[in-house]
């Protein structure tokens, strides 16, 4: 029997990767002087972004997936649909003749969370109207991923993103949605993204974004005091579960969400469900799968301990795609966190977000076998 259909649409580009030699640990404002050269070991090059970051890594989980973002007919696109064909999913993909291909440099320095250099391209021209919806009505899932780096997305108060979501949820499909970092000064950052996410939170099945990501878009003075007391070290080793991150999911299921899970860096992830009667309204007949032995569970999932750790490069991407897939395969809600967190370790394990993906079957057996947490 054919899988369900599973659609990961959104935000796609060139990821550039160098390899920091310095393996010592320095706080960011050591290691970035001006005029300072910096010795750099090889760079990596794939495909990233969330249409691939994500889909791909469903699609090497034995997911049916289409991916759905648009490229430019440039040296970076066809570098991308290139890389695509090989896995047999780039005949969905869009091809502008205008514009440029979105592409990152991805700077990922011994202990401290990655920094990205970002150029958006023609993610800023994706919209609804680039969608066929006739191609989506037979999934059985839609993953949407990076709305703050898609310009159409975000602007007008977010009515495009909404429109998107809003029409493929009244399909009968589930949606599922991740977020990227914004920058306060930049066009994106000055949305009211609160606001926004108010707006499209009942169109939401799953709601994945990171814990910064988040506290950044619907509670930025909390964000700045988060900031304050890392004092230049990673956030989310600061922070405390009741007084950080429960007042942001709770804001999150007032608005109407469903299913949490939100990704709190090396730690774990914090996870969130409504009650059964909004579970239900879940798309694609996930919903009537989950609803009774997924309601009103709240959970904080450590991760496991990484074998080595060379690049966060698509490590929240890839810990989705476990999330959802597990969500798909019918695993308990238990299993499928061990999965996501497990999945994210093996990411990390590379300096790029594929080459550490193993099927979920082989995850649960390493988990079965006693693999530490931290």
Known sequence: MKKQKIISAGHVCLDITPEFNERKQKAIHELFLPGQLISMGKADVSIGGSVSNTGLAMKKMGGNV??????????????????????????????????????????????????????????????????????????????????????????????????????????????????????????????????????????????????????????????????????????????????DIRPLADKLMNWGAKVLCIKCGAPGLYFRTANQERLQNIGGGIGKKISQTWGEKEYFERSYKAEKVLSGTGAGDTTIAAFLMAVLDGYSWQDTLHLAVGTGALCVGTYDALSGILPLSEVKKKIDQGWEKQ
């Open 66 to 243: 289409e991916l759905l973002g648009m490229v430019s007919n440039d040296a970076f696109g066809r570098m991308i649909l290139n890389e695509m064909r090989m896995y047999d999913v780039a005949d969905s993909m869009i091809v502008s003749e205008e514009g440029e291909t979105s592409y990152s440099v991805i700077l990922t320095p011994e202990g401290i969370d990655r920094i990205i250099l970002h150029h958006s391209g023609v993610n800023e021209e994706f919209c609804l109207k680039h969608i066929e919806l006739k191609k989506i009505k037979d999934a059985v899932l839609f993953h949407f991923g990076y709305p703050p780096l898609m310009r159409k997305m975000y602007k007008d108060d977010g009515q495009e993103l909404y429109t998107l979501l809003k029409t493929v949820h009244e399909m009968g499909v589930a949606t599922s949605l991740d977020m990227a970092m914004i920058e306060e000064n930049t066009e994106a950052g000055k949305q009211n993204w609160e606001e926004i996410l108010k707006k499209v939170i009942p169109y939401v099945d799953f709601f994945l974004p990171s814990i910064e990501e988040l506290c950044i878009m619907i509670d930025r003075e909390r964000y700045h005091e988060w900031l304050e007391r890392a004092n230049g070290k990673d956030c989310t080793s600061v922070l405390d579960l009741e007084k």
